[in-house]
């Protein structure tokens, strides 16, 4: 059985000393160990950014793709092979900015893969802009009076938009992060793990500690029911949005594999190719 | 007796004209004769003109022609619009409910029946278009009994009841034809069909028949048209063989989406038209960077922008060849005919997989829509070959440190082996990102240059069947015509008009756009004085193509049109002898 060592490859990351990403590297891979996988069993997919290196950081099968889409390689590598997990990752620029759209859909979709972002409130390989994350009032380079936009609130909309699975934490628990990436890729259906991964070069306002002094964990409120989405959803606007654990999970739902009419049980990159001459004939004569 | 004629019906859209058309054409299909149908339709659901002309011979046709038997007309507006189109002598049969009537300069024969009326009789003004076509009958001279096969196929699920008035309605029509005209009127009764089995079929249902029997296992599309009954046909028919497909949010991550299945080792394709293509030009260049194969058919419409959405047009071909950017390997194929269509869309999935690139099927909106009667087709004809993948190799240990397989090692013909996701010690990396052997990124100057030479060589040897379709009888042409797609029709209608006037003429169909086929075009322009590049766009792309490739600039002529029309004919004819 594969350790979380068996996931590691010598590649130095290329990420700043401090980075939030790191943390959610090594959990990806404690958490790829922790339920039972072999490093060919899994598929990394990212987008662009300084997060979308991640796949090449990961030892399994890893598809580093285009600015936004990770989310449709990701769903694709899925449909074609239901037998492998698949994580989708990268930056809050290349999920909720660029890839918006698809990050709404791969949702209400609900296609059997985990998608973590690493949220930091910034552009940071493009070195400094604003990003759909950013409080308005936040400075940037694209933005030196303040952003006058407000910022996506985007496990409020991963809840309206369906989701079956949504879940938050911040890079430094690595145990907690651990443990939500396992019950992510447990979860049978789209998990959204947003995931606080300070940027240490250019925000300065959303740091490590003001992460510490403003995040509520779930576990602390009492009561609180993550099977229950009004709840979910009463509990992220209290909080402005600042909270850690599971939010939300649907156990019920089927996922979009078990639901899609005739879909092969057997991996579809299993099956046989070849069409029988009689069903050739058949699909013919439906035209004569 | 004849062996050719040309019928049309119109209306407004919304009010059945198309199953009018289908039902007809189906009913003749079956007695052997040859359709060929255009249909004029706009991007609206109900309401606005709509026709679909219909050929039918006793001989292979591919083209529309330049004139017209009868029309049947649901509406005054669709004998303002069409009438001129007739022959002299030709027939228009009106819904007497609207008091059809015509120019009274042109020599047409008018009979006002009423449609409506005879079919409220009957239970249901529904089946106005069953009189229509009983009225069709009785001019052609043909047996209502024609009929009979495809009403009950039609209606066999509304039950025995709902078959006997629809050919009750066609035997009324006509019945009621026969009154009015006092008998047979000469002059278009249909020689006797072959009899012979042949399919009743757009391109776009051959394209989509062929990626079944290609292999095709997995479809991400966003509709759009006139590329969504591929899309439609996979939809209905995937799931047969335990496939499917998934409608996306848009072409992005259709495209994307087809990129990560293919990669991930099933055989994936997309389809659009120009929009979609210019939204996809991004993730093109990722297959063609990380080699993983795509096949994307391009269905052309009228552009740019949103253009002419329903109308016909050749116009991104340019596009097609250069978009994306940066440089990459990538085959862009023309089918010409639809049984073309069919065969390249298996072999569009065999380059691809066997290259590792992105594969574009281009056709166009007339090829695409334009349904038509296709010789059965051959079964035999059908391979699948991946190249260098074998989901089932067992791969040993590779020497990397990391265990890393090589997916990009630099090969003699630039092919590398591919593994696909879930294979032991198979374990590589892909990026869009310059990259080693490995898949890991790279900017090392030596090896970029290495990745994209082996990259580029691999179309060097790229092995095409016909790629292009030569019909050229002289050694020495007067004219050379030159077309892609849906043209081959009427270039091949206009050659002998063209020759019975004492000019010899030579075609080259080109069916392989991107790598050009220069070497065979140029042989065939040695022996040519004119070289006439008949497209449907108003730039000239395939002549500048041929020119870029060729060179010969002198003898390249445009035989160009872009008003959302096919050529006729008669166009192509006269056009041909006023550049020579």
Same mark, same amino acid.
């Given at each position: ?83 492998? $997990? =698949?994580? /989708?990752?990268?930056?809050?620029? #290349?999920?909720?900015? @660029?890839? *918006?759209?698809? $990050? =709404?859909? /791969?949702?209400?979709?609900?296609? #059997?893969?985990?998608? @973590?972002? *690493? ?170 | ?580």
């Amino acid at each position: 059985m594969a350790t979380f060592k068996d996931f590691r490859n010598s590649i130095k990351p290329n990420w700043c000393p401090g980075c939030g990403d790191f943390s959610v590297q090594a959990a990806i891979q404690r958490a790829a160990a922790n339920v039972g996988l072999e490093p060919d069993d899994l598929a990394v997919v990212s987008g662009i950014g300084c997060s979308g290196r991640i796949s090449g950081y990961i030892k399994s099968y890893g598809f580093h793709g285009i600015h936004g889409r990770s989310l449709p390689i990701a769903q694709g590598v899925k449909m074609a092979n239901r037998d492998l $997990t =698949v994580i /989708a990752s990268g930056g809050d620029g #290349d999920g909720f900015a @660029i890839g *918006m759209g698809h $990050t =709404v859909h /791969a949702i209400r979709r609900n296609i #059997d893969i985990t998608y @973590i972002v *690493m949220d930091n409130q910034i552009y940071g390989l493009t070195k400094g802009q604003t990003s759909p994350r950013s409080d308005v009032g936040f400075k940037t380079k694209s933005t030196p009076e303040g952003s006058v936009e407000s910022a996506i609130g985007v496990m409020e909309l991963a809840l309206t938009a369906g989701a079956t699975f949504v879940a938050q934490s911040f890079s430094t628990d690595l145990k907690e992060l651990t443990s939500i990436i396992e019950a992510g890729i447990n979860h049978k259906g789209f998990s959204l793990i947003n995931v606080f991964s300070p940027c240490v070069t250019y925000n300065k306002v959303n740091t490590y500690d003001w992460f510490k002094e403003h995040l509520v964990s779930l576990s602390t409120i009492e009561g609180y029911d993550s099977s229950n989405r009004m709840m979910a959803m009463q509990t992220l606007m209290e909080n402005k949005g600042l909270v850690k654990g599971i939010i939300y999970q649907d156990k019920v739902k089927p996922s979009y594999q078990d639901l899609a009419h005739g879909y092969s049980k057997e991996a579809l990159a299993k099956v046989d190719l070849n069409l029988p001459e009689e069903k050739f004939n058949q699909l013919m004569s439906e035209f004569m | 007796m004849i062996d050719q004629l040309s019928w049309k019906v119109g209306g407004q859209q919304g009010e059945g004209i198309d199953s009018t058309g289908e039902i007809f054409a189906m009913a003749l299909n079956r007695q052997g004769y040859y359709l060929y149908s255009y249909r004029h339709f706009s991007s609206r659901i109900k309401g606005g003109h709509t026709n679909n002309k219909i050929r039918v011979s006793t001989s292979e046709t591919r083209s529309i022609s330049d004139d017209l038997d009868i029309l049947i007309a649901f509406d005054q507006e669709t004998i303002d619009v069409n009438v001129h189109e007739l022959r002299d002598g030709g027939v228009v049969i009106g819904d007497s409910k609207f008091n059809p009537t015509v120019p009274e300069d042109l020599n047409v024969r008018l009979y006002s029946v009423p449609f409506t009326e005879i079919a409220s009789e009957l239970g249901t003004s529904l089946m106005k278009n069953m009189v229509a076509i009983g009225a069709t009958s009785a001019v052609l001279g043909l047996p209502v009994e024609s009929y009979l096969e495809v009403v009950e196929e039609i209606f066999a699920r509304k039950g025995a009841k709902v078959v006997e008035k629809n050919m009750e309605a066609i035997q009324k029509g006509a019945d009621r034809f026969n009154e009015l005209s006092g008998g047979q009127i000469d002059g278009f009764q249909l020689n006797k069909a072959d009899g012979k089995k042949r399919m009743f079929m757009i391109g776009n249902d051959a394209i989509a028949l062929g990626f079944v029997a290609g292999g095709v296992r997995f479809m991400s599309a966003y509709p759009i048209t006139p590329a969504s009954e591929i899309m439609e046909y996979l939809i209905k028919k995937l799931p047969e063989f335990g496939g499917t497909v998934i409608q996306t949010e848009d072409e992005i991550a259709a495209c994307t989406m087809a990129i990560g299945a293919n990669y991930a080792g099933v055989r994936t394709i997309t389809s659009s038209a120009g929009p979609g293509l210019s939204l996809m030009m991004e993730a093109l260049g990722l297959s063609g960077m990380t080699e993983v194969p795509l096949v994307v058919v391009d269905t052309q419409r009228g552009g740019p922008s949103t253009g002419l959405p329903t109308k016909q047009e050749q116009s991104d071909l340019m596009a097609m060849i250069y978009g994306t950017h940066g440089e990459i390997p990538k085959v862009v194929m023309a089918p010409s005919t639809v049984e073309e269509a069919f065969y390249d869309a298996v072999e569009a999935l065999n380059i691809a997989e066997e290259y590792q690139i992105p594969v574009i099927l281009l056709t166009d909106l007339q090829l695409s829509l334009g349904k038509q009667s296709v010789e059965p087709l051959d079964y035999s004809r059908v391979e699948i070959r991946r190249g260098k993948l074998d989901p089932k190799e067992e791969l040993p240990e590779t020497d990397d440190k990391d265990g890393y397989f090589k997916r990009y090692e630099v090969t003699e013909d630039g092919i590398s082996p591919r593994v696909i996701p879930g294979m032991k010690n198979g374990i590589h990396h892909v990026t869009g990102v310059e990259h080693d052997e490995t898949g890991k990124p790279s900017e090392v100057a030596a090896n970029r240059q290495k990745q994209m030479d082996k990259r580029l060589r691999k179309l060097q040897n790229l092995r095409f069947n016909v790629p292009v379709v030569k019909q050229a009888p002289h050694k020495e042409a007067d004219i050379l015509l030159v077309g892609f797609n849906s043209t081959r029709g009427v270039i091949e209608e206009a050659i002998p008009r063209l020759e019975a006037d004492g000019l010899k003429v030579n075609h080259a169909h080109i069916r392989l756009i991107h790598p050009f086929p220069a070497d065979e075009m140029r042989s065939m322009i040695d022996k040519a004085k004119n070289v006439i590049v008949v497209e449907n766009n108003a730039t000239g792309q395939l002549a500048n193509i041929l020119k870029m490739n060729v060179g010969q600039h002198e003898k390249v002529k445009n035989l160009l049109k872009y008003d959302g029309n096919p050529f006729l004919p008669s166009e192509v004819v006269m056009k041909c002898k006023e550049l020579v």
